[in-house]
C-alpha cells in the first residue's frame, strides 16, 4: 500500500504541451520530497499526455477525463484524486521556486488555526523571462484573520492573494466550504481563498516562491471583460457579508481602485506580447 503524501500538488492540464514539462520539472525539484504530483489531462488532443506519463518519477500520478470538462469542475476533480492533507493546485504554464513546498507546509503543520499560506509571485512571459517582480501580498505579508484579508481584498479591488500555484490549502477545508465554484470562473480562486479563511486564519510569507505565467493564449488573456465584472460582484458581495465585516470606507476605497487594477492587468498582457514579438523577431 502507498504511503499517504503529505502534500498534493495538482497540475490540471488541457492541451498544455507548451509549457507543461517546464513545470513539472519546477514541481519535481522541490527541496520538500514528501508530495505527489498528480497531473489530470483534461481531454487534451495535443502531446500533453505524453509528456506528463514521460518523466519516470514515482512520485507522479497521471489521469485524464473521458470528457473536456469546464474548468471548475476538472478543478474539482483534481482535488477528488489527492490523497495529501494539503493541496497546492499548479496551472500547466506556471513555476514554483525550488523552496516553495518547505516554506509553506512547515507553518501549516506547525499551526493547526492556519486555512490559508501564500507567497509572493513573479510574473513571467511566454520565455520565462520575469517581467514583473515579487507581485502581491501588499499589506497581507504575516499572520492575519479572515476578516482582516477580506477588508483588505475589498480595498484592493482586486485580488492581492494571487492565484492558485502560489497558495497552499487544507484539503478538508477545501470540501467543508464546497470547492471552486462553477458559476464565477474568473474569479474562483479568491472566492475559494475568502471561504475558506471563515475556517482559520491567513499567512503571507515575504518570499517570492512562484511565477504565474502572462500569455498571449492564456484564459485570463481573453476574459478580462468578464474578470472585471465578477470581480466587481464579488467585492459587493464580501462587503454584504455579515460574517467579514467590511467598512463602509472599505468598499468605497474598492470601487475606486478596481478601474486601477484592470488598467494594470491590461498593462501586464501588453508587455508580455511586446516581449514574445521581440523575442519572435
Request: include cysteine; proline fraction near 5%; charged fraction near 25%.
Amino acid at each position: 500500500m502507498l504511503s499517504i503524501p503529505s502534500v498534493s500538488v495538482c497540475v490540471p492540464v488541457y492541451n498544455g504541451e507548451r509549457f507543461l514539462a517546464e513545470t513539472m520539472r519546477s514541481i519535481l525539484d522541490q527541496t520538500y520530497r514528501d508530495f505527489e504530483l498528480v497531473v489530470l489531462d483534461n481531454g487534451s488532443t495535443d502531446q500533453s499526455g505524453r509528456i506528463a506519463r514521460s518523466f519516470g518519477d514515482p512520485r507522479i500520478r497521471v489521469e485524464r477525463n473521458r470528457e473536456t470538462l469546464p474548468q471548475a469542475e476538472n478543478w474539482n476533480r483534481v482535488v477528488e484524486l489527492t490523497r495529501g492533507p494539503l493541496v497546492k493546485i499548479v496551472c500547466a504554464d506556471d513555476l514554483l521556486h525550488p523552496r516553495c513546498l518547505e516554506l509553506q507546509v512547515a507553518p501549516m503543520d506547525s499551526d493547526p488555526g492556519l486555512a490559508v499560506v501564500a507567497a509572493r509571485r513573479h510574473m513571467i512571459d511566454e520565455q520565462s523571462r520575469v517581467i514583473v517582480p515579487r507581485r502581491g501580498l501588499s499589506g497581507l505579508v504575516g499572520v492575519h484573520t479572515g476578516v482582516e484579508v477580506a477588508r483588505r481584498v475589498v480595498r484592493s479591488g482586486s485580488n492581492p492573494i494571487g492565484e492558485s500555484n502560489n497558495v497552499l490549502f487544507r484539503r478538508d477545508d477545501f470540501f467543508t466550504v464546497g470547492g471552486w465554484k462553477t458559476d464565477r470562473p474568473n474569479v474562483m480562486d479568491i472566492d475559494l481563498w475568502l471561504r475558506l479563511l471563515q475556517l482559520g486564519d491567513f499567512l503571507g510569507l515575504p518570499e517570492t516562491l512562484a511565477a504565474f505565467r502572462i500569455a498571449s493564449d492564456s484564459i485570463s488573456s481573453h476574459s478580462d471583460d468578464e474578470l472585471y465584472t465578477q470581480q466587481r460582484m464579488l467585492i459587493e458581495e464580501i462587503g454584504e457579508s455579515p460574517y467579514f465585516q467590511v467598512r463602509g470606507i472599505d468598499l468605497a476605497v474598492g470601487r475606486v481602485l478596481a478601474p486601477a487594477g484592470r488598467a494594470r492587468r491590461r498593462a501586464l498582457y501588453a508587455l508580455s506580447k511586446v516581449a514574445s514579438r521581440g523575442k519572435a523577431a
